[in-house]
């Protein structure tokens, strides 16, 4: 069965960067893309951005560019997800979500979250 | 980009009776080539991720039981959950994969009456 396992909890200061890991497993991991999406205490869900697995394209939304990154790593079936210079805001449980080309690209199944702290 | 707004932000609804959620999009997500439209629904409970409902407005994702329906077209979108169970209490959100960034409604929170 399809399984998305993201990194543990992170603690971080203000200005540091995160890396937050979603490896795949119960499917050819290079055949399908992913979004990344974060939701914020209490609040709702914010897209991020999307990696192509095959390729290593990216695109990423206005509000983070230049401050995120997407990689993928096909030797273990992992995408990785950088912030740098982390703001208190944000603070979020962040979401890997793999997308199924064979119905309009919709996030299908997502990973358990991660959630990163940031603060002095 | 592309706003959806939902209503209610949250409604309380008997156990056995219907719960309709509506969705509103600030363009059209109907992809014209396809005739699809490019949006989906999902239930998260707390502290567990989303979990894909609906997709192309009416298409029931796998395992999800038939008391869930989706409806709309174009800029107008409901979510019906016919028959309310206990384990249906959870945040409902809409979202337009038309194009990016994607986009979700505010959420609206099902309870029981």
């Known amino acids: 069965q399809v399984q998305l396992v993201q990194s543990g909890p992170e603690v971080k200061k203000p200005g540091a960067s995160v890396r937050v890991t979603c490896r795949g497993s119960?499917?050819?991991?290079?055949?399908?893309?992913f979004n990344w999406v974060r939701q914020a205490p209490g609040q709702g869900l914010e897209w991020m951005g999307w990696?192509?697995?095959?390729?290593?394209?990216?695109k990423y939304s206005q509000k983070l560019q230049g401050r995120v990154s997407m990689t993928t790593d096909l030797s273990t079936d992992t995408v990785y997800m950088d912030v740098r210079s982390l703001r208190s805001d944000d603070t979020a449980v962040y979401y890997c979500a793999r997308e199924n080309f064979e119905a309009g690209s919709v996030s299908d199944f997502w990973g358990q979250g991660t959630l990163v702290i940031v603060s002095s | 980009d592309i706003v959806m707004t939902q209503s209610p932000d949250s409604l309380a609804v008997s156990l056995g009776e219907t719960a309709t959620i509506n969705c509103k999009s600030s363009?059209?997500?109907?992809?014209?080539?396809?005739?699809?439209?490019?949006l989906a629904w999902y239930q998260q409970k707390p502290g567990q991720p989303p979990k894909l409902l609906i997709y192309?407005?009416?298409n029931r994702a796998s395992g999800v039981p038939d008391r869930f329906s989706g409806s709309g077209s174009e800029t107008d979108f409901t979510l019906t959950i016919s028959g309310l169970q206990a384990e249906d209490v959870a945040v409902y959100y809409c979202q337009q994969y038309y194009t990016t960034p994607e986009t979700f409604g505010q959420g609206t929170k099902v309870e029981i009456k």
């Open positions: 119960g499917y050819t991991f290079s055949s399908y893309n």
């Open positions: 990696i192509n697995t095959y390729n290593g394209n990216t």
């Open positions: 192309w407005s009416s």
């Open positions: 363009q059209s997500v109907l992809y014209s080539s396809s005739n699809n439209n490019y």
